[in-house]
């Protein structure tokens, strides 16, 4: 019986069979679906990494006994480096899969939230063994700088963030080629958009209430954007005050951006009764009108303003012990094809 | 017309003549219609690379980025890698009835889909990683090209006997410098990989993300990992592997150019667009 599974896992045939079948996934996975589908159905399946972790095993069994019986030539230590480093790769994946961190924040300029909370992330994973009390301190997005430019290069954006605690707290600037690196974790740039302030005031013009409002950005057909409260998926309101225990209306929230002054525009306000939610708002509103910035808007019995205009950004948080072990095999591997061949150009020329 | 689009025209011109000289070489059995054929595409070659030199001058931004960029680099490396060989060993004649025509297809086809240059380059293609990775990728082009048509070439000699295939070299020869190139765009497939991936982690913070254009890339390296798997181990050699050369370069070119060609997957999400 482990005569026979060795026997089949160290055959050369196995090996043919799952680059075949590897390969075929791959086509299916870029022709038949696509993107997200792709993921779901194939390469994120426990299956298409278990055959993966079969060709790494079979790797062992089958390819290190027979090159180990030859001769050390350059051709054969190409190979056992080349083959070696699938072996790396694989135990680098596996290190980092229990000890990873992956989450994504998401700021407002001026905002700075704990960077161990879990509560602090839109999205977070992590490994088995990853401890949390690594992400130490705070995380702050200072400002987002637009048409920002490095050696004349222009990065469009970019995010002047710090992170950490006390004396070790580091600031920088990342944009999209580069990242902020503290203790191992690493920050990207990942994405960004308006985040409005909407003041309310009272009938005497008094200040009530402000709060920042992210708002999405959505393509339209004709190329442009619109940007708005809602979801990715399309405009919608929201309840406002958004953080007060008895909000008062139903608020959608439109921005156009000035095309001269940068962070100027107007807003568009839409004013509903408030609706619990998932219900879908009265058909009219009780108010809508425009307002350019810092101007009232008559919303029945308050007035509206939009106040500024700040940049939220979403970021990428990192942290990947295993990662070294895994770029180093990938060079490994290169390495190795190139011993091999200029190993074989020799042979051959004799 | 800008002096860019002449000369490149021109190269596409030249290639042409140079396609039909080697395609009616074979046909008629003339083998100074090679001659022509060769010298056709060096002839090609040269505006081919002032139409590159002064897309590049025009705005100091690297032209390799959009899909007929891209081709026109791809296309440029295989007549340079065709035209090395070439004039170094003068060994196999008739090689180029398979390259110039693949050549002069698609950089006829490049030629329709071309835009006007870039102004800016997309922040996230500001990276050193991008030059390894095209010229790995467009040298590994250049290479399979050229061992399909040492493919082409053993499946010729080993049908017809006299004339043209009496001159070329034995099929054991021909055979090994199809395997030669294969191993060598191989390794430049291998270059394009893990450039992409350290790329990949510079950007977003991951190596492989199985996105499209990375699957794509696995692809032509796998096709090729199983031919030399097939080789080696498994002790194929000459018909089988020419067909196998053959097939793969089609594999080849819809992967690179057909349909996953897009610089859009490459960082997606919603952002305000400055
Ligand atoms: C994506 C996966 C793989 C690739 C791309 C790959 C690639 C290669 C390459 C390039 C060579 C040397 C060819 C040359 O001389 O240039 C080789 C040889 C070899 N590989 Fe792999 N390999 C892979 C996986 C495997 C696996 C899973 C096995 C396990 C059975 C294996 C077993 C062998 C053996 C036994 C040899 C040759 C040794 C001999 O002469 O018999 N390879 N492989």
Redesign the pocket.
Known sequence: MIRNIYKFL???K???A??VV?LSCCVVGVTIYRGVEAGTHIFSTFWFNGLLVM??V??????FP??LN?KLTL??L??IL??LS?VAILGGIVFNSLFHFAGLIRLTEGETLPSGDLQSYDFAEQGRFFDIGKLRGDTTLIKMHVGHRVDGADKKVAYEISVGEGEAKKQGIIFITKHLEYRGFRYFCDREGYAVLIVLYDKMGRELYGGYYPLQSLRQEDGSYLYTTGTKDGPGSIAYPYDRPQPLFSLQVAYRPSKISERGGEAFFQVWPLTHEGERPEAKPLAEGKAALGEMFDAGDYYLSLKEVRYWTAMFVRYDPGLPIVLASLWVGFG??VI??I??MRRMRN | MKAELVCFWIAVGLYGVSTFSYIFGLIARQEKLFTVGLYGALAGFIPHTIAIGLRWSETGISPFISISESITLGTFMAVLIFLIFQFSTKKVRPLGVLVMPVVFVLIGWAGTLMKEIATTLAPALQSAWIWVHIIGASAGFGSVLVAAAFGLMYLLKERSSGGIANKLPELQTLDNLSYRFI?GG?IMY?LMIVSGAFWSNQVKGNYWNWDPVEVWSLIS??I???Y??L???FGWRGRKLAWYALIALIAMIISYWGIPFSVETFHKGFRIEH
Request: charged share 10%.
């Open positions: 160290s055959s050369v196995l090996a043919m799952l680059l590897i060709l790494v079979n790797v062992c069994f089958c390819f027979r090159i030859r051709i054969s190409g190979m080349f083959h699938f190795g094809m091999t061949f190993g074989r | 191993a191989f291998g390296w796998l090729y990992g199983i030399l798997h080789r080696i181990t």
